[in-house]
């Protein structure tokens, strides 16, 4: 457990019901930290990971719903967050697609989803973390920073985009006690992975480019992601860290 006051901070981290998220959700909470779930409309499965928790399911409290790819349900989620000590940004979406072949809605949608989302949660924590002199805000970029997959452009765009601006905003508060970072991973074994690497040849092609030759686990970059959040790594800020096997390299 961390000291005290860090017991009382609270985190609200996005796409937190399965996966990635969910396992930086459960290692906050292991560390002390109060979580705020998200899913996409799902509500069972934030009810089920609160259990999980031990924690009675309060919509809008400690669990919200809210559609990325709609500007409207983003302001309306904004508007209902309570104080954010820790802000966690997961969630996202990706579209694989023959560059030729990608239309606009295809691409609002994941501009929406990956970048814009992330704009309006962050606009909408900061002032009370400069009030408060803390805060700490992770974004979850991708390798496709560095090695973007043919089919997914756009997404690898988005991405690309998160990164710079964790660049732009970590250089202007930092002064008041906020960091902010990037967490990129690699290929990890979650459910949107499932199908692609139930493919035997194709999850052996994607090995070969992995010198750690194994897939990621989540576990692995709730660790990277729980130590950034806490005074331990309070002198980090503007980076993106990679956690991703060495797939980067």
């Given amino acids: 457990m961390e000291n005290s006051v860090h017991n009382l901070k609270r985190a609200f981290i996005t796409g937190s019901c399965e996966g990635i998220g ?65 802000l966690i940004l997961n969630a996202s979406t990706q579209i694989r697609k023959d560059f030729l072949t990608i239309n606009f809605e295809e691409f609002k949608e994941q501009v929406f989803t990956n970048y814009w989302s992330s704009i309006a949660l962050i606009q909408q924590v900061l002032p009370a973390m400069q009030q408060n002199k803390w805060g700490r805000i992770i974004t979850l970029g991708s390798v496709q920073e560095k090695k973007p997959h043919p089919q997914m452009a756009i997404y690898a765009g988005t991405k690309s985009a998160i990164a710079n601006l964790v660049i732009n905003l970590a250089a202007q508060y930092a002064k008041d006690g906020i960091t902010i970072n990037n967490v990129s991973p690699g290929v990890y074994e979650t459910a949107r992975n499932i199908e692609a690497l139930s493919n035997a040849d194709y999850a052996k092609a994607i090995l070969k480019k992995i010198p750690t030759g194994s897939f990621g686990n989540p576990a692995d970059i709730a660790a990277l992601v729980t130590l950034l959040v806490s005074q331990q790594g309070q002198y980090i800020t503007g980076q993106t860290i990679y956690c991703d096997g060495g797939m980067s390299l």
């Avoid at 499965?45 to 349900?73: M, R, W």
């Fill in 22 to 86: 969910f396992a930086m959700a459960s290692s906050l909470f292991a560390a002390g930290y109060q979580v705020i779930l998200h899913d996409k409309q799902d509500e069972d499965k934030c009810l089920k990971a609160l259990t999980h928790f031990g924690i009675e399911p309060k919509k809008n409290v400690n669990y919200f719903l809210a559609d990325f790819q709609s500007p409207e349900a983003v302001a309306g989620l904004c508007e209902k967050l309570p104080i954010i000590d820790v």
